[in-house]
Nanobody, 115 residues
C-alpha cells in the first residue's frame, strides 16, 4: 500500500524559512515523479513544485526563486525548502504521486505565515 506522510509545517513569520518533508513507501519512491501541492483556505489546490526520478524540476511562478524541491531516494523522502515566505504561502501542503494511473495524496501539513 502506498503511503505518503508529510511533516515540518508550523507557524513562521514572513521572511522566514521552513522545510517540509514527505516520506513515501519505499517500493514506489525512486521511479516516480513526486509533487508538492498546497491548498489555501477557500481556494483550490494548486501545484507548487515537482521533481522527476532523475531530478528534473518545475515550480509554480509564485514560488520560483524562494522554494526548492529536492529528493533523497535512499531515504524515500522528498523535501520542500521554503525561504522568504509570505503570508500568501499560508496553506495546507500535500505531496502527491501517481502510480499506474492511481493518484495518492498525503494528509497534508499546515503552514501558517504571519505578517
Amino acid at each position: 500500500q502506498v503511503q505518503l506522510v508529510e511533516s515540518g509545517g508550523g507557524l513562521v513569520q514572513a521572511g522566514g524559512s521552513l522545510r517540509l518533508s514527505c516520506a513515501a513507501s519505499g517500493s514506489i519512491f525512486s521511479s516516480n515523479v513526486m509533487r508538492w501541492y498546497r491548498q489555501a483556505p477557500g481556494k483550490q489546490r494548486e501545484l507548487v513544485a515537482g521533481i522527476t526520478s532523475d531530478g528534473l524540476i518545475n515550480y509554480a511562478d509564485s514560488v520560483k526563486g524562494r522554494f526548492t524541491i529536492s529528493r533523497d531516494n535512499a531515504k524515500n523522502t522528498v523535501y520542500l525548502q521554503m525561504n522568504s515566505v509570505k503570508p500568501e504561502d499560508t496553506a495546507v501542503y500535500y505531496c502527491k504521486v501517481v502510480i499506474y494511473g492511481i493518484i495518492y495524496w498525503g494528509k497534508g501539513t499546515l503552514v501558517t505565515v504571519t505578517s
